[in-house]
């Protein structure tokens, strides 16, 4: 429903009873600031001085006339003559509840398409922060808007889960895990990053294991798969707990991380090498 003209009939209905022509203008117009209510009805100074009577009398008559119950909590008199409307919040909320009935709200749905949104993108083994959130709120947002309209959406979370600081993180949970027993949670994880780049800068036995276990990793060895598969299972268990907090459609189906692509590396070297 257009509010604004709703108003404006309503007014122009009320300077017709108080004496107004038939073609007067209520210029109905939303209020610049709160103070003035909702919205302003600013044609009875024009009205008044085509009648040659006081604004403020043709505004004070125009509200004996003006019926915006169950509309409006407050209609005043500002000024020389502006009439100023405060709507009624359980009117407002009336209409927000329709809307939400009427899925639609008169939104026509478009040729489908597939669409790819790539958004979130945290990183293992560190949890999310606050350069996150725009890209995964905004990201789910564009989402919901393009489902709404008919598209077919896949959502890509692209993980950061690949790359040679996984022999380095690999090591060092090797290293605690003969240490101490026990699951590891996500916040201990950040300090579980800056301790093993430490042993990595430091201890050259540690770092050459670390190496060592890259190469391991990318070629498919079992072991080191799944130290690396325990390193993403935690970081994106409480990232999954996060999304739910955000109200964000993300699943752990949707995560499709760099480690993805490494299956495509050999394929796409030949290709480039073919083409010289």
């Given amino acids: 429903m257009n509010i604004q003209a709703l108003l404006s009939d309503k007014v122009t209905q009320a300077l017709i009873a108080a004496g107004a022509p038939a073609d007067c203008e209520p210029q109905v117009r939303q209020s610049a600031k709160a103070q003035f209510g909702d919205y302003q009805a600013n044609g009875v100074m024009s009205v008044a001085k085509k009648l040659g009577m006081p604004p403020r009398q043709l505004a004070e008559q125009v509200l004996n006339h ?12 500002a000024g020389p003559g502006f ?12 209409l927000v509840e329709s809307a939400v009935l009427n899925e639609r709200i008169g939104i026509p749905q478009v040729a489908p398409q597939t669409i790819v949104v790539d958004y979130s993108a945290p990183n293992v083994a560190k949890e999310m922060h606050v350069g996150h959130l725009r890209s995964t709120i905004i990201g ?3 989402v919901r808007t393009l489902e709404f309209l008919g598209h077919n959406v896949i959502r890509a979370n692209h993980v950061g889960d690949w790359g040679t600081q996984f022999g380095m993180l690999i090591a060092y949970l090797e290293k605690q895990q003969n240490e101490n027993a026990g699951e590891m949670a996500l916040a201990d994880l950040e300090g579980f990053y800056r301790e093993a780049k430490k042993h990595y800068d430091e ?3 540690f770092a050459e294991r670390a190496r060592n276990y890259v190469v391991k990793l990318q070629s498919g060895d079992e072991y080191c798969r799944k130290m690396w598969r325990k390193l993403v299972d935690i970081t994106m268990t409480q990232n999954q707990i996060t999304y739910e907090r955000l109200n964000v459609t993300l699943t752990r189906d949707d995560v499709m991380g760099e480690s993805l692509y490494n299956p495509m590396l050999a394929g796409i070297v030949a290709d480039l090498k073919a083409k010289g």
């Fill in 203 to 205: 201890d050259e036995a």
């Fill in 83 to 94: 009439i100023n409307i405060f709507l009624d919040p359980a009117y407002l909320s009336g």
């Fill in 140 to 142: 789910d947002a564009a």
């Fill in 66 to 77: 003006l019926d915006l119950a169950g509309i409006a909590s407050k209609v005043e008199i």
